[in-house]
């Protein structure tokens, strides 16, 4: 300090941009500024900007700022850049500089309660992830687990940083702007009730792959492609199901609820073979029970016999051989198709 010359003036953005450069290349380090200052910006500098800048890239952990008998209204200057301390007399900055190295040093433990609908911390066995709120860096990313006591596990985390949490959940729970409190046990509470949702499929080696999409109620949004006969997590409340059956199957305001599995059975399908008599162009519709029909599939590439899983319903098949050039001369099927029975058609 001896070799330093004073100006007379504050140049506090500029040394906040030069800090970054007294720290030394390290993957693992915290980088904390402590800024002691006997008054504001003076040379047409902006903190705040610098300031949010170093953050952003996660070069520096956001500053403490300590100002040494400023004037009380220009702590709203200084709080844009960085946690602000004013020390009015010697003994207030000894106590400050004291507390500002405890919080910088020392450990602070946090842990994650997943709130069930009850209030209480029962959610578990679900990955979580923080980042840095500034940077957008990920800090942490971790399986989220109960103590042999049924306790949300214990964190240690750096009370410097600002958190923002993603709980993947279906759909995921997310909380911003998480601040801790330096050197104490902090807890962090979400609400992330879930049930089970179960999708029935008769076993059969032609349905063991059947999937279905998970959207919440209203939205088009797709949370999950999910396989059908497996239980599924998801948080509660109202739920559209599209499984992909052929043809589709529309499952509308399906309920999840805490600690329940909601099942649905899907019916038995059937078997449709069809006989063409040569090549040519056809499809096949879905009757509904309006009477219109819906088209379901395209027969692109004719062979002699071809085999679909059906659910059960009225269908209508057309046909015209590539050699016909006459529309009147379209085969024309209508048909049922049963649960668990085959159904052959021939087309003359």
Do not use: W
């Not at 030069?18 to 693992?28: G, R």
């Not at 971790?142 to 750096?158: C, N, Q, R």
């Not at 601040?179 to 046990?185: A, D, F, I, M, S």
């Not at 049930?195 to 279905?212: A, H, I, N, Q």
């Amino acid at each position: 300090l001896r070799s330093i010359n004073p100006k007379g003036t504050t140049p506090i953005a500029r040394s906040l941009a030069k800090a970054p450069d007294d720290f030394p290349p390290c993957e693992d380090c915290r980088n904390v500024v402590i800024l002691i200052t006997d008054g504001k910006e003076a040379c047409e500098g902006d903190p705040c900007a610098v300031s949010e800048k170093l953050q952003s890239k996660g070069i520096i952990l956001k500053p403490f700022i300590i100002g040494i008998g400023i004037d009380p209204s220009f702590r709203e200057t200084f709080e844009c850049s960085g946690d602000f301390h004013n020390a009015t007399t010697r003994e207030r900055l000894k106590h400050t500089l004291d507390v500002v190295i405890t919080e910088a040093l020392n450990t602070t433990t946090a842990q994650i309660n997943l709130l069930d609908a009850s209030g209480r911390p029962t959610e578990t066995n679900v990955p979580v992830t923080l980042y840095n709120h500034k940077s957008g860096q990920v800090r942490h990313n971790f399986m989220h687990t109960l103590t042999y006591k049924g306790h949300p596990d214990t964190l240690t985390l750096d009370p410097l940083v600002t958190y923002d949490m993603v709980v993947h959940t279906r759909p995921p729970v997310r909380k911003d702007s998480i601040r801790l409190t330096p050197g104490r046990h902090n807890m962090i509470g979400v609400d992330a009730s879930r049930g089970m949702l179960e999708l029935k499929f008769p076993t059969s080696s032609r349905l063991r792959d059947v999937r279905y999409l998970v959207r919440r109620h209203g939205s088009q949004q797709i949370l999950d492609v999910q396989k059908a006969n497996r239980k599924a997590k998801y948080l509660t409340g109202s739920y559209d199901l599209e499984v992909l059956t052929l043809p589709r199957i529309h499952l509308e305001d399906v309920q999840v609820s805490q600690s329940h599995t909601t099942s649905i059975e899907i019916p038995k399908p059937g078997i449709l073979n069809v006989l063409f008599p040569s090549e040519g162009y056809g499809s096949l519709f879905e009757q509904k029970k309006s009477g219109k029909l819906k088209e379901i599939y395209k027969f692109h590439s004719v062979k002699k016999r071809e085999s679909l899983t059906l659910q059960p319903g009225k269908y209508e098949l057309i046909f015209r051989p590539r050699s016909i050039r006459k529309s009147m001369y379209t085969i024309r099927k209508t048909f049922h198709i049963k649960s668990g029975a085959s159904t052959t058609i021939k087309l003359n």
